[in-house]
């Protein structure tokens, strides 16, 4: 079946750990998507990446780092520079960017323990 | 930049009755709109599309909404709640070659 998997579903971090977060799609995308859903907040835009090796930082970038060394994979580092790292973050994809329907990950809900 | 503003956090309907969700847009070009619905513990999915073409958009579930340019409205509406409407629903807006920007979300509950 095609889509976007992503994993861990669940994942805890230390303090000043940095932790890896996977996101997988085989639909032969071009452009890949990070979200943080907060609350309240709805889905602010972390990274993004509109082909192999380039991306472009979201809204909320700071504390945050990606790679994009394969089409079909477009991992989130979430640093120990982000302070606030308790969140659901969701991978999408689209065919490009921009006026395009996003197809979702399952998420990932992170905690600090 | 594009931004989106979803006037109300939380609506209450009775099952049965009318549903509006409300949603303002900005943008610098023709955008393109969406509305996105999120059911507890699943995953995000489009209910509908807004591309320039007929401003009345029809979606899944019994949904549709109206974009109206001078108001830059995209509100969202359903004849008659079901329970299983109950979600968290977004509205979202994209320019040309840029990514998908969401508003903070609207919490529907239907009341049996």
């Known amino acids: 079946d095609g889509g976007i998997t992503q994993s861990p579903k669940y994942l805890f971090r230390k303090e000043g750990q940095n932790v890896t977060l996977s996101c997988e799609q085989n639909l032969n995308h071009d452009a890949m998507y990070w979200y943080r859903q907060d609350p309240g907040q709805g889905l602010r835009l972390i990274y993004y990446s509109q082909i192999v090796n380039d991306f472009q930082k979201g809204d909320i970038a700071e504390g945050y780092s990606v790679s994009r060394e394969k089409k079909e994979s477009f991992p989130l580092t979430v640093t120990s520079a982000q302070k606030n790292p308790t969140a659901f973050y969701l991978c999408?994809?689209?065919?490009?960017?921009?006026?395009?329907?996003?197809?979702f990950g399952s998420g990932t809900q992170l905690s600090v323990l | 930049a594009q931004s989106v503003t979803q006037l109300d956090s939380h609506v209450s309907v009775s099952e049965g009755t009318p549903v509006l969700l409300r949603c303002n847009y900005s943008?610098?070009?023709?955008?393109?709109l969406f509305w996105y619905v999120q059911h507890p513990n699943k995953g995000l999915q489009l209910l509908l599309k807004?591309?320039?073409?007929?401003?009345l958009v029809k979606g899944i579930n019994g949904f549709e909404a109206e974009f109206k340019k001078s108001e830059t409205s995209f509100h969202l509406t359903k004849p008659s709640a079901h329970m299983s409407d109950a979600a968290e629903y977004f509205c979202?807006?994209?320019?040309?070659?840029?990514?998908?920007?969401f508003g903070k979300g609207t919490r529907l509950s239907v009341i049996a």
């Open positions: 807004y591309t320039s073409a007929a401003t």
């Open positions: 999408a994809s689209s065919p490009r960017t921009g006026y395009e329907k996003l197809f």
């Open positions: 979202v807006v994209s320019d040309p070659n840029t990514p998908l920007v």
């Open positions: 943008s610098s070009y023709s955008p393109s």
